[in-house]
């Protein structure tokens, strides 16, 4: 396989969010499409339930750890070939679990499959960071949610169709097809975005100071921590809702599933409309301005959740309202954090997606003991965004003066306010008066 000699210059719109997106979908297929086949594999296998959720949660787990690893590597090595390696090793590993016999050795098998999946996101994320900074890095984010967010809407739909005709072996079947494809796709159109000049030097040292020197730049690490608490607020919208929506609420499946479609398309229109406005008002102002949207539209969700008021129409308006609110937030959160380091974009893509799946599992994970009712996940929404919130105005310098230049240690060229200068070749490198 033959690489550039230097940066090629990609496809661009709906080309360039296609091949990265492709990367980025194949983990949350690998998870969504499986979830209608637990209870037939715990029968099939003899397990617990826990035992075989946990052939979910595994995967996520290899996929966090599987970042940290992979990240560096892309770093050293260029972006294609930890991508194509890691996702050849998702086909081999999803036959293998066709043929697993227990479920230790499917539980096994799927965390490895979230440790060589990492490949595929974080070198989507680190691909973005080599083309674009800044607006343009958030639009394209925001475009991809469009990818993204047809996964968790579609995936479990399509592995109950499998499921019910070639049972849960033929999912994997169809998982390690889908990876074939994403395979091919992205041995002829992802191209090699760092070239040799710009790649780290080898050594476990070099690794290590790579991460040192992302985990020093607190600005970052409260920017990153922003995806991963919306991460949390999503993954307790989709852990919450079956219980809430049919068992409190009396909708029927038909039902269920066209309130929690609706949802997801309100995620999506979010990350939409984000990418119309970023260009022309900037990442950061649309962060400072969606995080108190969020909290005010989830202070409502709240008090619906506790007083019942207006019932279940206003439940499904203050849970759409505020995942749309997470369009503003996700993929700006996201570009400003990776901007900081791109010089081992890897690296900080790796992290980044650390945080996200370790801070989304962590703080969706306390709404099954506060309850799982209406009342735990709504709370549970509006705590994880009243931290965001905290976050950025005491850990970055969103809200202080002249924070729109500082927070990602470099003009970010948005429009200037009626209080804004204009952020140009003059103003230089800002300075991070934190």
Request: aromatic content about 4%; some cysteine; charged content about 10%.
């Amino acid at each position: 396989m033959s690489t550039p000699r230097g940066p090629v210059r990609p496809t661009r719109g709906a080309a360039l969010v296609l091949v990265i997106g492709s990367l980025t979908l194949l983990p949350a297929v690998s998870t969504d499409m499986y979830l209608p086949s637990l209870p037939e594999v715990a029968s099939d296998l003899g397990a617990t339930r826990a035992g075989v959720q946990f052939t979910i949660t595994g995967m996520v787990l290899g996929g966090a750890i599987g970042q940290l690893v992979v990240g560096p590597l892309s770093d050293r090595l260029g972006r294609r070939l930890p991508a194509l390696v890691g996702i050849g090793a998702h086909v081999v590993l999803s036959l293998l679990c066709v043929v697993a016999g227990s479920v230790v050795q499917l539980a096994t098998l799927r965390v490895l499959q979230g440790l060589v999946s990492a490949g595929a996101t974080v070198v989507a994320f680190a691909v973005v960071r080599d083309l674009y900074t800044g607006a343009e890095a958030a639009r394209l984010l925001s475009r991809l949610m469009l990818v993204i967010g047809a996964a968790p809407l579609l995936a479990p739909t399509v592995g109950a169709a499998v499921a019910q005709q070639w049972g849960w072996h033929g999912v994997f079947v169809t998982l390690a097809a889908l990876a074939c494809v994403i395979w091919v796709v992205a041995l002829r159109f992802l191209p090699e975005t760092l070239p040799p000049e710009r790649r780290a030097a080898r050594g476990w040292g070099e690794v290590a100071r790579g991460y040192r020197g992302v985990l020093r730049d607190r600005h970052f690490l409260a920017l990153g921590a922003l995806p991963g608490l919306c991460m949390g607020v999503v993954i307790s919208f989709v852990a919450g809702s079956s219980f809430v929506l049919q068992v409190e609420n009396g909708v029927d499946k038909r039902t269920f599933a066209l309130l929690f479609a609706v949802g997801g398309l309100s995620l999506v229109g979010g990350a939409q409309a984000n990418a119309a406005l970023v260009r022309h008002v900037g990442p950061l102002r649309l962060l400072r301005t969606g995080l108190p949207a969020g909290v005010l539209v989830a202070s409502g969700l709240l008090v619906v959740g506790v007083t019942g008021v207006g019932g279940l129409a206003s439940l499904m308006a203050g849970l759409c309202l505020t995942l749309l609110s997470l369009g503003l937030i996700q993929a700006n959160a996201s570009a400003l954090a990776i901007s900081r380091h791109g010089e081992r974009a890897g690296t900080a893509a790796a992290v980044l997606g650390f945080l996200q799946a370790g801070l989304g599992g962590t703080v969706s994970s306390s709404v099954g003991p506060l309850g799982g009712g209406t009342v735990a996940m709504t709370g549970v929404i509006l705590g994880a965004l009243v931290v965001g919130l905290v976050i950025l105005a005491v850990a970055t310098p969103a809200y202080r003066r002249g924070g729109w230049l500082d927070a990602t240690g470099a003009p970010l060229h948005v429009p200037p306010g009626p209080e804004e200068p204009a952020a140009g070749p003059a103003a230089g490198r800002a300075t991070d008066p934190a």
